[in-house]
């Protein structure tokens, strides 16, 4: 086994590149799994004991979290990046966000060489208690290294919380529809194109809380984040026609 890919070290850039191959393996996992959870509704729905009803529906609520841990932790061929978190990015040496997740760090060099520049403190005065406190836990220690999510943010766009929503009224849906497998596949791909993460500056994942899209984006993330003002990269706009087949 190539070992890179045994430790789970494959690059952001080669899973973009390999997009279909991932987009095709999780839509045949995802319908799987709806298919579990569809014919266990079906049997609830011609069930009278009442124990069964309620075993059987704890399976379809324990199909639904490991859907959802899946989905959270899935390896994110849809990356975004804000045209904030971009600029600032570049600014302390990372030429393209979108080769990075979460495990990023700044290195603390970059950082006091930037510290008294405008677009540095922009976010940084504007940091809530607990990250500021972060910042200035590194900078008086002399880390080598700051964590990037003190100052960014890897953002699930399409949240969790959505996700469950979303997935559980499908269940429902495929079930009173009678579905067949053809039809859950369907559905199961239509689910997972929807994965979309962006890097967002922290001071942005502020004002999305703020205004109340924290974990749910009506009618859809677009729409919360350009009413929050969070605006996409260039690059991630052309990214983001690829990936929908629309427009930003």
Request: hydrophobic share 40%; net charge negative.
């Amino acid at each position: 086994m190539n070992k890179n890919i045994q430790n789970k070290e494959v690059s952001l850039e080669t899973i973009r590149n390999n997009k279909e191959i991932l987009i095709n393996g999780r839509k045949s996992y995802f319908a799987e799994l709806i298919k579990v959870a569809v014919t266990l509704n079906k049997e609830i729905l011609n069930e009278t004991n009442k124990e069964v009803i309620e075993l059987k529906s704890m399976l379809i609520t324990e199909t639904v979290t490991i859907m959802t841990a899946s989905w959270r932790n899935t390896l994110p061929f849809n990356i975004f990046v804000s045209k904030g978190a971009e600029a600032f990015a570049k600014s302390l040496g990372i030429n393209d966000l979108r080769n990075h997740d979460y495990s990023l760090k700044f290195g603390m060099n970059e950082i006091i060489e930037q510290i008294e520049e405008p677009s540095f403190l922009a976010v940084a005065e504007n940091l809530n208690d607990q990250d500021l406190a972060k910042l200035n836990k590194a900078l008086s220690k002399d880390d080598k290294a700051l964590n990037s999510n003190v100052m960014l943010h890897w953002e699930h766009a399409f949240t969790g919380k959505m996700f469950v929503n979303i997935v559980t009224d499908l269940i429902n849906t495929l079930t009173e529809n009678n579905a067949n497998d053809e039809e859950i596949f369907k559905a199961a791909q239509e689910l997972v194109e929807k994965q979309a993460i962006v890097w967002i500056l922290k001071t942005e994942n502020y004002v999305l809380a703020e205004n109340g899209f924290k974990d749910t984006r009506e009618p859809n993330w677009e729409s919360a984040y350009k009413k929050c003002g969070i605006e996409l990269s260039e690059i991630s706009k052309a990214d983001y026609n690829n990936s929908f087949n629309k427009e930003w």
